[in-house]
């Protein structure tokens, strides 16, 4: 038996919908949903709905009883980073005291100095949490998986075809951006095969990008010059807040844009390549699919961060 969590958001909704694809029956599978009432989707998949939560440490364990692999699609709790490790821990305890033999958790790409960066509260979480779980005692594999090509145009502003500029202070630093369904689609694979006890993998893109070179891009896509502007982040904050954007939302980009100035982002693998058995969606082709409306939803691409 494969539990899915997660199972109404797009990480963990896909990894089930390329579980199928891979000949996985239906009745091998079961998710991890909140709201059993907003599942029926999944539900007519022909797959059991486990209702729990992720700081319902009781609730968990009921769910995870006969569980064999579970995939831990790390938690989106939007407070404090600590709630997502506990929620984590909560999850991993529970899986132990079921007896689950296997867990996968979605974690998040890092390199040396992360402990420098703007991100390091976000990493440190996932830190946190492969710790304990490699300490566990339970058989383990940790993704940790590139920064979503879905969030480019989340960063680069909806309208910058209209305006024909990306203002965003990510100066010149590079990452090497994936699309979260073919994460989805390795987090399957690896659930689907054997050999992946204990193994750490760096899921990314075989390239690194910066916003100069999605410009570029968004220009060729449009056939219309795209410039990028990267203000100091105090001019960025200012003119956010004068746009009427919420603070929240502006820490979220400056943090992020800061990250990424600093390359914390840059790691270039090939190991999803060789999951997915070609290569990665690439920036072009990403860029094309955007603006041909095809299966891109922005909006919701920091939910697996």
């Known amino acids: ?3 899915v969590t997660g199972a109404t958001g797009q990480f963990g909704g896909k990894a089930i919908d390329h579980l199928l694809k891979k000949g996985i029956e239906p009745s091998r599978i079961s998710t991890l949903v909140r709201d059993a009432a907003k599942s029926q989707a999944i539900q007519e998949k022909g797959i059991e709905i486990r209702v729990g939560d992720y ?3 009781d609730s968990l364990v009921r769910a995870f009883n006969g569980v064999d ?3 831990l699609v790390s938690s989106n709790d939007r ?3 600590e709630n997502r490790t506990a929620h984590h821990l909560n999850v991993i305890k ?3 005291e079921a007896g689950v033999k296997h867990i996968v958790y979605t974690s998040f790409v890092r390199k040396p100095g992360f402990e420098n960066s703007a991100i390091a509260a976000f990493q440190n979480s996932h830190v946190e949490s492969e710790a304990y779980l490699i300490n566990s005692g339970i058989d383990y594999t940790i993704l940790q998986n590139g920064i979503y090509l ?3 145009p989340v960063f680069a502003e909806e309208k910058v075809a209209e305006t024909g500029t990306i203002v965003f202070p990510a100066q010149n630093g590079k990452a090497s951006y994936v699309l979260l369904k073919e994460l989805a689609e390795a987090a399957a694979h690896i659930l689907a095969t054997g050999g992946h006890q204990n193994k750490l993998y760096q899921l990314t893109n ?6 100069f070179d999605i410009a570029g891009e968004l220009s060729r896509a449009i056939g219309k010059e795209v410039s990028y502007q990267s203000p100091p982040v105090e001019e960025f904050e200012s003119m956010l807040k004068s746009f009427g954007v919420p603070a929240q939302y502006i820490g979220m980009f400056t943090t992020w844009a800061t990250a990424l100035a600093q390359d914390t982002m840059d790691v270039d ?3 999803l390549e060789g999951f997915l058995g070609r290569k990665p969606t690439t920036l072009k082709q990403f860029i094309e699919h955007i603006y041909a409306k095809i299966d891109i939803l922005p909006s919701k691409a920091f939910t697996n961060l």
């Open 69 to 71: 692999k579970l995939l």
């Open 94 to 96: 529970a899986a132990k």
């Open 150 to 152: 879905e969030m480019i």
């Open 206 to 211: 075989t390239d690194s990008v910066s916003f």
């Open 1 to 3: 038996m494969i539990l």
């Open 79 to 81: 407070q404090a980073f």
């Open 269 to 271: 693998d090939p190991t």
């Open 55 to 57: 700081a319902d440490y």
